[in-house]
């Protein structure tokens, strides 16, 4: 299973950016997608998670800024990032727990990453 992100970049602290990650490879059901986020010397932290049936929860730093969505005939999940932070700047990495084959056999997978940056 591959996952791909895209969508990061460097945009001005206010702005907005919409982050992709596809899911592609045998995997035969996804139960959960997520975003996490890494900073410079900072461990890696859940930004938001969304379930088959599009119940999402975020972490508080994010809520009300930063929306989380799926399309589960793609396989991909989507982050939207409004009102940027210099806080938010990180490397993302999208997360994906499926199954590879029929039987419930939960399996994390992650994406390589993208870097958003935000600037003053």
């Known amino acids: 299973v591959q996952l791909q992100a895209s969508g990061g970049g460097l945009v001005q602290t206010g702005g907005s950016l919409r982050l992709s990650c596809a899911a592609s490879?045998?995997?035969?059901?996804?139960?959960?997608m997520a975003w996490y986020r890494q900073a410079p010397g900072k461990q890696r932290e859940l930004v938001a998670t969304?379930?088959?049936?599009?119940?999402?929860n975020y972490a508080d730093s994010v809520k009300g800024r930063f929306t989380i969505s799926r399309d589960n005939a793609k396989n991909t999940v989507y982050l939207q990032m409004n009102s940027l932070k210099l806080e938010d700047t990180a490397v993302y990495y999208c997360?994906?727990?499926?199954?590879?084959?029929?039987?419930?056999?939960?399996?994390?997978?992650w994406g390589q990453g993208t870097q958003v940056t935000v600037s003053s």
């Open positions: 997360n994906v727990k499926g199954s590879p084959g029929p039987l419930y056999n939960p399996t994390d997978y």
């Open positions: 969304i379930i088959s049936s599009g119940s999402a």
């Open positions: 490879g045998r995997i035969s059901s996804i139960y959960v």
